[in-house]
């Protein structure tokens, strides 16, 4: 009898063990310390968390299908590398969906979510005026995240965030740009006014050329870190 009411408990602590496994995995990769083309060493990563092998290779497995980490036949796991081509098919899908997001979320607003996106728009002004990426990208996606949530379709999320996942690296990059996130701010200003006065068609137009501007900062960088 014992032994059945331990089976759940075990379980459940495993479920738990993976799951922190896999949200440390991912800090890791989208804060750099893992790099892309980078093998996830099981052994240490064990040995950092104080867990066994198993939990570790689980979560990086459940990671495999988010995109970040990909499984090579006989060489182990890897964090995933994208292609410039790959950022930019990404983005075109990001301007579809976000697009859709901001239409839906504009029939769903209040004024603690619309006072939510103002402070995070304040503190990107912020951010951008002391030149701080390290403080502006998350706020960044914060924003992109509220309003993704603000929609109210579960599906919408789970895509954007895969695809953002996937997408973080060459974002970061994009942005560094002088004037960047400046530029990126005062398109977040223009879609919070849209929400704010509750026109879905125009939130959705204005969520789309923000993304479509993020693709051509993107393809800006591209083209000057290309040898000259």
């Given at each position: 009898?014992?032994?059945?009411l331990?089976?759940p ?20 990769i989208?804060a ?9 060493n ?12 198993g ?10 299908r ?15 590398e ?27 607003m ?55 996942r ?51 900062r ?8 290309k040898?000259?």
């Amino acid at each position: 009898m014992s032994d059945e009411l331990e089976r759940p408990r075990r379980k459940a602590r495993t479920e738990s063990s993976v799951a922190m496994v896999q949200m440390e995995i991912e800090r890791l990769i989208l804060a750099g310390d893992l790099a892309p083309g980078e093998r996830i060493n099981e052994s240490s990563l064990a040995e950092r968390l104080g867990l066994s092998r198993g939990p570790i290779r689980e979560a990086s497995r459940m990671l495999v299908r988010t995109g970040l980490v990909k499984a090579v036949l006989n060489r182990g796991l890897f964090v995933s590398e994208i292609s410039a081509k790959d950022a930019l098919d990404i983005y075109d899908i990001r301007i579809a969906l976000f697009g859709l997001a901001a239409r839906l979320a504009a029939q769903h607003m209040s004024n603690k979510r619309i006072s939510a996106l103002q402070e995070l728009v304040e503190r990107m002004d912020a951010a951008a005026e002391a030149d701080s990426i390290e403080d502006f990208y998350p706020l960044n996606r914060a924003f992109h995240d509220e309003i993704e949530a603000y929609a109210d379709n579960p599906r919408i999320v789970e895509l954007m965030q895969q695809l953002e996942r996937q997408l973080h690296l060459f974002r970061q990059k994009a942005l560094i740009r002088p004037g960047a996130m400046r530029a990126s701010n005062n398109e977040h200003r223009a879609l919070l006014q849209a929400l704010k006065n509750g026109d879905g068609a125009e939130a959705g137009h204005i969520a789309e050329r923000h993304v479509l501007a993020g693709r051509q900062r993107l393809l800006t960088s591209l083209a000057d870190a290309k040898p000259k």
